[in-house]
Nanobody, 124 residues
């Protein structure tokens, strides 16, 4: 079982910044790609940013230039961050961290895992 622990949400005004973090233990499983999926009320989760194990990032058009995803690969822990600048009311959502877990030796896919979600509220 892979557990993802998120932190960093909160209430900000439009134009301000927030930094989200999500950590996973990698002492048993390997973590490949990671990403962030916001989910607004009544809407589906949509991918806004992903990062590969070697740090290559991709972004949705709606956040490119405002959000930055990064990753720290420590010995037994991996942490992914989402720096969100110039926040807009449309960014308001519960943000879920996602990780692609792999077996420690075979590298076989163990499926995707989700964090518990963290609320981002942007007031106009």
């Amino acid at each position: 079982q892979v557990q993802l622990v998120e932190s960093g949400g909160g209430l900000v005004q439009a134009g301000e910044s927030l930094r989200l973090s999500c950590s996973a233990c990698t002492s048993v499983f390997r973590i490949n790609d990671m990403g962030w999926y916001p989910q607004a009320p009544g809407k589906q989760r949509t991918l806004v940013a992903t990062i590969t194990v070697d740090g290559q990032a991709t972004y949705a058009d709606s956040v490119r230039g405002r959000f930055t995803i990064s990753r720290d690969n420590a010995k037994n822990t991996v942490t992914v961050h989402l720096q969100m600048n110039n926040l807009e009311p449309e960014d308001e959502a519960v943000y879920y961290c996602w990780a692609d877990a792999r077996g420690p030796t075979s590298g076989a896919s163990l499926g995707g895992y989700w964090g518990q979600g963290t609320q981002v509220t942007v007031s106009s």
